[in-house]
Structure formats: structure tokens, C-alpha cells
């Protein structure tokens, strides 16, 4: 836990690295309350695939990662469609028509999905009671690969991260599930937050495992 502060300074002076947030996670792949002290993301958007390399080639928090992990997992997102802002700051656009050596995302390939809303104090109640149910529905969903929460901060600045089959996949979730259209129609009408973001993006390569399996393998 205590790197969640150290880390912050080397990763400000990493060249490259344009955009970058810490995260912890939810325990298994609960997207509710309660952590799992002992794993942590980083998210991070790059100048282009040299500075990526030279990152995980050289930098002394990636050599701790692999010193002291148990299990890591990498992968590397092309964005395909994104919506929103990220603490004032649109991480991931404008959006190229086109990324060279990168497949983009097509109906049969895989998609990861990242939300992320920072939600009002008035409203923080509903929005940890309504996850049990939308949890429950990413389990039945044959289509999800994986899925985790993460957050920057407990309860307020929350967040999910999830891998798909494809977007038929995602759609169904986001539409035919009547638990995720009640939270989606509830966060408009209360106004459950004052910021949030939704991106998808077209994974091209991963490496390592995520609970025993590298679930786009």
C-alpha cells in the first residue's frame, strides 16, 4: 500500500507517460465495497509503444512489480470509442481513425471496457446499494471474460474494468439486463454523479495471468 505514494513521484518523471492513475481493486470480481489490499492496477496512457518499452525494460517500480509480485497481468489497449472526462481530462481522445501495426475493434473481436464516475456524497448510498444486483448480472453473463472494480479513492471515486467476447457481448449486458438499465436510468434521473467517463478499447497483445489464466488467451 505504501508504493501507492512512492510510486507517484517516479511515474511523473517517467518520459512518455502522458496520462497515469494508481488504483486499487474490489475483491474478486466484485465491483462493491470492501478492497483487495494485496492487488493493485496502474492505468497508463503513452506517448507511443518505444516509451511503453522502456518503461517495463527499465524502470525501477516495474522491477519491484516483478520482484515482489505473486501475479501480474499486462495489456495493451488500443481505444476505440470513449465518452466523458477523467478529472477534468479526456485521457483517451480524439481518437485516431486508425492506429498503425493495431487491429481495431470489430464486432468479432475482444473489447475491454473501463467506467469510471466520481459520485456525490448525497448519492453514495444508492449507488453501493445498487451494485449486489448489477454484480450478480456480470456473473451470469457468459460473454465477460473478466471483470474487476477498481478506485481511486474508497467509495467515492469508484470504477470498473472488464473484458468481453466481443461488442454483441457488451450490448447485451448493457441493454438486455434489467438490473444495468434500473442503475443506468437511476444515475440520470438522481444525478448520482458529478463526473464519469465510459471507454472502450480493442486489446492487441496481453502477457502474464489474471487469477490463474490470461483471460484473452
Known amino acids: ?28 470480481a466484485s465491483t462493491g465495497i470492501g478492497a483487495d489490499l494485496r492487488r493493485w492496477a496502474l492505468l497508463a496512457v503513452w506517448r507511443d509503444e518505444r516509451a511503453l518499452d522502456r518503461f517495463l525494460d527499465a524502470s525501477p517500480v516495474v522491477a519491484r512489480w516483478r520482484r515482489e509480485a505473486r501475479e501480474s497481468w499486462q495489456v495493451r489497449l488500443a481505444p476505440v470509442a470513449s465518452r466523458g472526462s477523467w478529472n477534468g481530462v479526456e485521457p483517451f481522445g480524439p481518437l485516431p481513425a486508425s492506429t498503425p501495426g493495431i487491429a481495431p475493434g470489430g464486432p468479432g473481436g475482444p473489447l475491454a471496457v473501463l467506467t469510471r464516475a466520481s459520485i456525490r456524497p448525497s448519492r453514495l448510498t444508492a449507488f453501493h446499494r445498487s451494485v449486489p444486483e448489477v454484480d450478480r448480472l456480470l456473473a451470469e453473463q457468459d460473454g465477460c471474460l473478466a471483470s474487476v472494480g ?38 440520470r434521473e438522481e444525478d448520482w454523479y458529478s463526473e464519469e467517463l465510459f471507454a472502450r478499447f480493442s486489446p492487441y497483445a496481453s502477457e502474464g495471468t489474471w487469477d490463474g489464466a490470461d483471460p484473452l488467451a
Open 1 to 28: 500500500m505504501r508504493y501507492m505514494a512512492f510510486d507517484r513521484p517516479v511515474l511523473r518523471r517517467t518520459p512518455g507517460l502522458v496520462f497515469w492513475r494508481l488504483l486499487g481493486s474490489g475483491r474478486g
Open 150 to 187: 477498481v478506485g481511486e479513492w474508497p467509495l467515492a471515486r469508484q470504477g470498473t474494468f472488464s473484458l468481453w467476447r466481443d461488442a454483441a457481448a457488451v450490448r447485451d449486458f448493457a441493454h438486455k439486463g434489467a438490473a444495468h438499465r434500473r442503475v443506468i436510468g437511476r444515475t
